[in-house]
């Protein structure tokens, strides 16, 4: 009897948890994204924390520096007016979509492409970056580009879609994932690996910081970066697009290029300047 | 949740192969090596004493991921190439070792002086006394705070995901990641874990019952 009674209580137990996790209970994120936003004249942006060049929390400060950051205080100005407030919040590859879902934050701007899959789940901006991914090596390598990668261990972070890019192009190598792109530097650096793939402009920051190691192959996808935003947020979306243009006619956008791309060995700031 | 389950089926099972082969190695191996310390440390050596007790007091007291780490990244670098899934399970046996030790050792010195001493007095060594003598009486106190310890390694497992060891949370991450069904995800890992941890549950429960 005994036995039965505990049988029940774990089966219990485990539909509660079912139970729970399909009701879909309706979080912040279901409210007017623009109104609040406007109300609190701070949009709250989930921002890479780990890439330099692009969005890295300056250890000497605190402060979040790069590209996607400053491009984010740009369209927060255009959406908010000029008092408008920037907030920032630490992203991964991996959580960025939930906590946008859940209401953490309002967008991400976190080297994220736009790919039908994503689109599914949220929506996108207009893209704000050409993005293409790319293979970093260590310098004396024998690795020349992404097809000598067959039978190679690469590595890369979970939740980018640089996994699947690798096994559509070199089905054979195989795909070590790592928590994020810095933990996937540093096995590819103790030799867990060959070669780190990503995006370009992600690999680039990274060769900058650690001169041993180089960019080969160039590109062999394209990957437009967007602002990821949540279903059924369109005023917000029109709102973030309508800056973005705006960030890109007065000559900010590009002035932003140069400022962090204008000086990288292997990476041409020119290709991904908008007019 | 089931067409979850059912598309991303094999990336479950190969998750839930290596979870379980990473609990298995790292179960027996932290059994010996922990039973072994524990030892040392009721030893009459006090050289040995304090070998067992560093060991203890160092491992116990360091984050499972920080060893964990330590063996994916920095070995490599200077001793010996390992993998992600070797890392993680030296890690989780070093690591759950520690605290092994210190529950048998518990359950060493909760077996009376008495035992011992008439052993000695009937010639056996140390060694004899304490396997044929302590030990048998030692286990079978400590068996509900064993099974604690076996049920954490398995949950404890899950650091292999830092690694990339492949198991059943690196799946769950990556399949997660890809799908975007991150609350369906999760669950069914955790009834995977489940599927692993109540049978040991059971059989520690049943194996109490039967020894006490």
Known sequence: ???????????????????????????????????????????????????????????????????????????????????????????????????????????????????????????????????????????????????????????????????????????????????????????????????????????????????????VGGTFTTEPYGIGINKGQDDFRKAINKGLKEVIKDGTYNKLIMKWFGNVPGFDYKEVLRK | ??????????????????????????????????????????????????????????????????????????IPLYVVKINGFTAGTIGLTIYTSAFIAETVRSGINSVDDGQMEAARAQGMTFWQAMKNVVLPQAFKLVIPPLGNQFINLVKNSSVLAFVAGFDLMYQGNAIASTTFETVNTYVVVGLFYLVITLPISYYMQHLERKLA
């Open chain 2, 1 to 74: 949740m089931i067409k979850l389950l059912v598309d991303n089926w094999s990336a479950f099972i190969s998750g839930f192969g290596w979870t379980v082969l990473s609990s298995l190695l790292a179960l027996f191996f932290s059994l010996i090596i922990g039973s072994l310390f524990a030892i040392l440390e009721v030893m009459p050596s006090k050289v040995a004493r304090v070998i067992g007790n560093v060991y203890v007091e160092v491992f116990r007291n360091i984050p499972l991921l920080v060893i964990t780490m330590f063996f994916y990244l920095v």
């Open chain 1, 1 to 215: 009897m005994k036995r039965f009674k505990y049988l029940a209580l774990i089966i219990t137990s485990l539909l509660l948890v079912l139970t729970l996790a399909g009701c879909g209970t309706q979080p912040l994120s279901s409210q007017n994204v623009l109104e609040n936003d406007k109300k609190s004249n701070t949009i709250t942006w989930g921002v890479k924390a780990d890439q330099k060049l692009i969005g890295l929390i300056d250890v000497k400060d605190g402060k979040e520096k790069g590209f996607e950051i400053d491009l984010a205080k740009a369209i927060t100005k255009k959406v908010l007016g000029k008092n408008g407030n920037a907030k920032f919040v630490t992203v991964t590859s991996q959580s960025r979509i939930p906590l946008l879902k859940n209401g953490n934050i309002d967008a991400i701007i976190a080297t994220m492409s736009i790919l039908p899959d994503r689109k599914k789940v949220i929506d996108f901006s207009d893209s704000y970056f050409d993005a293409g991914q790319s293979i970093l090596v260590k310098k004396n390598s024998s690795i020349k580009s992404v097809k000598d990668l067959n039978g190679k261990t690469v590595t890369s972070a979970v939740g980018s879609n640089s996994v699947n890019n690798i096994q559509k192009i070199a089905p054979k190598a195989r795909v070590l994932q790592l928590p994020d792109f810095a933990q996937a530097l540093t096995a590819l650096k103790s030799g867990q690996g060959e070669a780190m793939t990503t995006d370009n402009v992600i690999l680039a920051g990274l060769a900058v910081e650690n001169p041993d190691y180089k960019l």
